[in-house]
Structure formats: structure tokens, C-alpha cells
């Protein structure tokens, strides 16, 4: 089982589009994956069409309970989710009360055992107890980073953080919501990239089309497969995939 983190500090930069379409895509490939929703936002959960709840919450996490226990079936062959919970926001306190509280999430994924093939994590914007749990428990951190200035320097905030805290889990930037009509995002495209990481090749252009996600209910394939946003997922999962077997 391949856990992949969805992850950046800085909200609205198109974590939940990314988990959602890259999991459709990795289900519809033969691959068995869980999505598991950590946002209390809980927009991944919407997405799914599925009641943003989980029965004994505090249980799940603390691990009284396992967590196949929350999973739900959405509508898609191969493709499961454990929705958010409103509160998911409490989650730093519950680890923190632990004695390891940085392994908990990790803790969790062990009870699937091999019942997957991929977890995708969709993460909340912050940096925290949780956030920690999440680059301990994951094998890659997926990064969708706008290409401006102060995105750019979350994505260093970030290396920095592991950095000084010696986590060492293969971090995988991409630029999101790409404007090429935008000076700015050209230059920042075409500019040298924090030597700590290698960007990848693929990008995810601004769409309407992403957006309307919300509106649909669905994954982005489900209503625009022919989108040039459509196709700039299916190239992304490609390279995310085969970055993942190597």
C-alpha cells in the first residue's frame, strides 16, 4: 500500500481538485484507493456526494476503533473514502495527548493492511501536529504550488520545517492554476526552483472547468473529460504513478 499526501500550507491552491481527479484516475487504472478527507472543510467529502460524518470520530483517531469502520463506497469502481468530520478539527489536541503523537496517523493506515493499493490524503492548509502525522505517515507529499512569489515561498516554509525536523518523505511540487496570460506566472515557471526538490514536468492550468466540480458533484472526468484541465490531470497522474512504482 502507497500512501500519497496531498499537502500545502497555503489554502486554495487546488489540493481537493488534485486528490479527487488523481484518484479517479488511479481507480479507474485497477488500482484500489482510499481517499481519506482530513480537511474539516470536508470538500473532498462533498465532492463524493457522501454525509461529511464519522461515528465515534474521537475513537477512530484515538484507535479504539479502526479505521475500516469509517470507510465508505462512493459511486466509483475501486474508489473509497473516509469522509471528513467537523471534528477533525480537534485532531492536534487528540495526537498531542499521545505518547508518540507524530506516528498516530500512521498508526491508523497499518489497520488497512493490503486492502489498498493507494491512500491519497487530502490535507488541511496548516502546519501542525496533524501536518506532522501526515509527512510521517505518507511515502510522497504531492505539492500544488501556484506560480507566484509567496507560493513559492510557502513550498520553502515547508522544506525548511522538515528540514529542522528531520523528515525526510519525497516531496513532489507541481504548479497549479497556471495562468500563462500572467507575466508573473511565466517568469515564475521559467525561473530556477528550490534546489531541495525537482519540480514536476506537468502542470494543472486555472479552468472554469475545476471550479464547476463543486457544481457537478464529481470528478472533473465525470462532465469535462475532454477539458484541456482533464487531460493536464490524466498527464499528472501518469508522472505521479510512475514516480510512485520506481
Not at 114 to 127: A, M, N, Q, R, T
Not at 136 to 163: G, H, K, N, W, Y
Not at 165 to 187: G, L
Request: proline fraction near 5%.
Amino acid at each position: 500500500m502507497r500512501i500519497l499526501g496531498v499537502y500545502n500550507n497555503k489554502g486554495g491552491v487546488g489540493k481537493t481538485a488534485t486528490a479527487v481527479n488523481l484518484a479517479y484516475l488511479a481507480a479507474r487504472a485497477g488500482r484500489r484507493t482510499l481517499v481519506w478527507d482530513l480537511d474539516p472543510q470536508a470538500a473532498a467529502t462533498f465532492y463524493f456526494r457522501i454525509k461529511p460524518k464519522v461515528k465515534g470520530t474521537k475513537k477512530v483517531l484515538g484507535g479504539k476503533r479502526d479505521l475500516d469502520e469509517a470507510i465508505k463506497g462512493t459511486d466509483f469502481d475501486n474508489l473509497d473514502l473516509v469522509p471528513a468530520d467537523f471534528d477533525y478539527r480537534n485532531m492536534d489536541l487528540l495526537f498531542g495527548d499521545t505518547k508518540k503523537p507524530a506516528n498516530q496517523l500512521r498508526k491508523r493506515l497499518k489497520q488497512l493492511g493490503d486492502d489498498y493499493d493507494l491512500v491519497i490524503l487530502d490535507c488541511p492548509p496548516s502546519v501542525s501536529v496533524v501536518s506532522e502525522n501526515i509527512f510521517r505517515a505518507a511515502d510522497a507529499l504531492l505539492v500544488p504550488t501556484i506560480p507566484t512569489t509567496l507560493s513559492l515561498r510557502t513550498l520553502e516554509q515547508l522544506l525548511d520545517f522538515m528540514d529542522d525536523n528531520d523528515i525526510r518523505v519525497p516531496t513532489w511540487p507541481f504548479f497549479a492554476m497556471v495562468d500563462r496570460r500572467k507575466r508573473m506566472h511565466q517568469e515564475t515557471m521559467a525561473a530556477e526552483s528550490d534546489k531541495r526538490v525537482l519540480m514536476l514536468d506537468q502542470h494543472i492550468p486555472y479552468a472554469s472547468t475545476v471550479e464547476k466540480m463543486g457544481e457537478a458533484r464529481a470528478p472533473l472526468f465525470e462532465f469535462a473529460r475532454s477539458s484541456t484541465a482533464a487531460r493536464a490531470f490524466r498527464d499528472l497522474w501518469r508522472e505521479v504513478s510512475d514516480r510512485l512504482e520506481d
